[in-house]
Nanobody, 117 residues
Framework: VQLQASGGGLVQAGGSLRLSCAAS????????MGWFRQAPGKEREFVAAVRWSASSTSYADSVKGRFTISRDNARNTVYLQMNSLKPEDTAVYYC???????????WGKGTLVTVSS
């Protein structure tokens, strides 16, 4: 599986961005997918995840109520809608896939999100 994230950019605090992650492979619909981020000088952290059926989602407390993860299995794409962005959301955002059921094991290159105050 190859993952390609896009949609990052510069936005003012309070603004919105939508990240996309396009996946190759015919079994995308069977994978749980997630978004993670890494801010400068910090460890990579979990942001959100969606089960293969899209019936279940989970979020980090820091983004709950502001970010929404979704997926379109027909397009092999997972999205992260980010609203009410804050400067502390500034980070490189990565999408990941759980291809084996044992945790995220496939990672794409990140996309940079910068939120100015």
């Amino acid at each position: 599986v190859q993952l390609q994230a896009s949609g990052g950019g510069l936005v003012q605090a309070g603004g919105s961005l939508r990240l996309s992650c396009a996946a190759s492979g015919r079994t995308f619909s069977s994978y749980s997918m997630g978004w993670f981020r890494q801010a400068p000088g910090k460890e990579r952290e979990f942001v959100a995840a969606v089960r293969w059926s899209a019936s279940s989602t989970s979020y980090a407390d820091s983004v709950k109520g502001r970010f929404t993860i979704s997926r379109d299995n027909a397009r092999n794409t997972v999205y992260l809608q980010m609203n009410s962005l804050k400067p502390e959301d500034t980070a490189v955002y990565y999408c990941a896939a759980d291809t084996t059921g044992g945790g995220m094991d496939c990672w794409g290159k990140g996309t940079l999100v910068t939120v100015s105050s």
